[in-house]
């Protein structure tokens, strides 16, 4: 812990600092001290689980100063702490990009809890990160790139150009070791080696090299890295029968244009007009974030798609509605079917012996209650079946479990559309509040 914090406090690196519930020079010793605490008041050990966390913050270079980020990195530290945890924040200044570095307490001041990450933190904390941003009119990332595992690259992948891919890595090592002119292709191999490359050969005589830091080798053949690069080919040219081979160039993503949310940031940075004037009335600078975020993680480039979007998931919710409507009618139909099934089994026998006393109403006294149920299983089945023929009993039951499970999937699937829709509708209404734009028919949702 204390080398953690000696390298975010740092002085040939820092820029700024601030603290909360704690004075940064002494924060190990208050953070132990309050862990000491905890264990006084509640028994529990706090040896297990991580004593601090800590958290970093990256901002484009030239966008603030490191007071600003310092500022910045605070109130997000105190809106994912809620305040009840010791935390202090260490604003660097040594690379291009600015970048907070906030260290805080695993345990609560009031030693009241614990801090435990949990699943989709990393997730929620960069849904907080950005919201602060974009509340200070800064830019954030949109649509962040994964590794192929999922994982999001490091924030200092987005700063300068792109890295090479393996691939590309791999490629760019072949042509270096080729044009160094190997006698045989065992040489070009120990070339490869030599530029830090691990040679791979499996079964068949296939030949893959694993670049530094890579987890899966790349094959040495023309589908994985392009033409030219089959060890025949590689051999021909070792062999001068064939040219190097030409680098494939590494694919770009077209640059986008100007769009509804780049609209939204040009109005939030200037503040006037009479469409912000009027959202400000109703509507926060915090409101104003979460629609910009929503079309961010929606990928909704222009106010055609927004509305699309929108009606897309009414559209969606009202057919599920339906849907649910239908199941839970043909469940309770079913239900009710195989209740007045059994009914109409129990009650027969006192059917028929009415029928063989000749409907005597001696019978019918002392069968009254059996009776009566009968007579009303039998037009309940009448009814639902409407002259069709009556299933078995097993069929019923398995059609009773398969419209249940129906519904329980679709009840999951309604809510979470539900909110969904719910959310769509009211982020267009935020939308068209900020764009001066009016509507005087009543929403597709409410009409229904």
């Known amino acids: 812990m204390e080398d ?49 966390f800590q958290i970093r913050q990256a901002f484009l270079p030239g966008e603030v100063t490191a007071e600003e980020a310092n500022r910045i990195g605070y109130e997000t530290a105190m809106r994912w702490t809620k305040g009840k945890y010791q935390f202090f924040v260490c604003t660097h200044t040594d690379k291009a990009h600015i970048h907070n570095h906030i260290y805080f307490n695993a345990t609560a001041f009031d030693r009241s809890r614990k801090f435990h990450n949990f699943i989709g933190s990393s997730f929620a904390l960069r849904r907080l990160s950005d919201r602060v941003c974009i509340e200070h009119e800064l830019s954030v990332i949109q649509n962040p790139r994964q590794h192929s595992k999922g994982r999001f690259l490091h924030y200092g992948q987005w700063i300068g150009k792109k890295p090479p891919s393996a691939k590309q890595r791999v490629r760019l090592a072949v042509l270096a070791a080729l044009e160094k002119k190997p006698t045989d292709f065992a040489d070009f191999l120990r070339l490869m080696e030599e530029s830090g490359f691990a040679v791979k050969q499996g079964r068949g005589g296939v030949i893959s090299f694993l ?25 021909a040219v070792i062999a001068g029968e064939r040219p190097l081979p030409e680098l494939p160039e590494e694919p770009t993503v077209p640059p986008r244009r100007v769009n509804l949310i780049i609209d939204i940031q040009e109005r939030m940075a200037q503040g006037k007009g009479p469409a912000y004037e009027r959202w400000a009335k109703v509507y926060n600078l915090k409101q104003m974030a979460a629609a910009l975020q929503y079309l961010q993680e929606h990928h909704l480039t222009d106010y055609a798609a927004l509305t699309a979007s929108t009606e897309a998931a009414v559209d969606h919710f ?29 009650t027969r026998p006192a059917f028929d012996g009415y029928k063989a006393a000749r409907y005597s109403k001696k019978y019918l006294a002392q069968h009254e209650v059996e009776l009566a149920t009968y007579r009303a299983a039998k037009d309940t089945m009448n009814t639902i079946l409407n002259g069709a023929k009556l299933p078995k009993i097993e069929a019923l039951k398995k059609s009773r479990r398969e419209l249940a499970g129906q519904k329980k999937e679709l009840y999951a699937e309604y809510r979470d559309a539900q909110r969904q829709m719910r959310e769509a509708v009211a982020i267009k209404a935020n939308i068209d509040h900020l764009l001066g734009i009016t509507d005087e028919r009543e929403n597709k949702a409410q009409e229904r």
């Open 211 to 235: 670049a530094p830091g890579q987890e899966k080798p790349t094959r040495l053949r023309a589908s994985t890295l392009g033409a030219g690069f089959d060890p025949e080919d590689i051999k």
């Open 4 to 52: 953690r914090f000696i390298y975010g406090l740092n002085p040939e690196k820092l820029g700024a600092v601030s603290s909360y519930l704690c004075d940064p020079n002494t924060a190990p010793a208050e953070f132990l001290l309050v862990k000491s605490q905890y264990l006084a008041e509640t028994g529990r050990a706090v040896s297990r689980g991580a004593l601090f």
């Open 318 to 346: 009202h057919k599920l509605s339906d849907e649910l409507r239908t199941t839970e009618e043909a469940l309770s139909k079913t239900s009710e079917l195989m209740a007045a099934t059994v009914d109409y089994a129990k």
